[in-house]
């Protein structure tokens, strides 16, 4: 019986009210964007490999995030086009070669991330970016033997704010964000 119980309580472990951090896998964690292009199509692209950490209190309830992407990582799967998204009067990716989002306003749903709202700097130029959270999980992985949380975020931003704004307005000012991380529970 103690045994069982032991390992009730150490289930439950997560749930404490307790800050965890996680580091994030640049592996699973990408920033995809999508832009109307001539008012014909969408053009869609990512950045990958995103670097960081989260720290989560899902007991208390309140978080951190601190992650970068490399803007010279930006992929629509077009290399000419990529390479003209680097230039200095879009993504500048020679003189800014990070853009970074920091944030400590997080929402809760139950213990569940429901959204946050952060800075998000892009050339040098910070503005405020809400993601609202479309799911958000936690598990124990398999293989790592330890828990991995993650979702998916989507937001909006003007490009235009960032002081990106060659093509407008041919090409649109709003830019839609898909964020999606995961973050593997540190010791």
Not at 17 to 42: I, K, M, N, Q
Not at 180 to 185: A, N, T
Request: net charge negative; aromatic share 8%; charged share 20%.
């Amino acid at each position: 019986m103690r045994a069982l119980t032991l390992s009730l309580l150490a289930l439950a472990a997560p749930a404490q009210a307790e800050p965890a951090v996680y580091r994030l896998d640049p592996e699973h964690s990408f920033v995809h964007f999508e832009v109307l292009h001539f008012g014909t199509s969408t053009l869609r692209g990512r950045f990958g490999g995103l670097q960081g950490h989260v720290e989560l209190d899902r007991g208390a309830p309140r978080g951190a995030v601190s992650l970068q992407l490399k803007t010279v990582g930006v992929d629509t799967g077009m290399p000419i086009f990529d390479a003209r998204l680097r230039e200095s009067d879009l993504l500048a990716s020679e003189a800014w070669p990070l853009a970074t989002f920091v944030a400590t306003d997080f929402s809760f749903d139950g213990q569940d991330v429901s959204g946050v709202t952060g800075d998000l700097t892009l050339r040098g130029f910070s503005q405020r970016l809400e993601l609202r959270a479309l799911r958000f999980g936690c598990h124990t992985h398999p293989q790592l033997q330890t828990e991995v949380c993650g979702g998916d975020f989507e937001g909006e931003l003007r490009r235009g704010d960032f002081g990106a704004g060659y093509g407008m307005p041919f090409v649109a000012n709003r830019v839609r964000l898909r964020v999606q991380v995961e973050g593997i529970r540190q010791p």
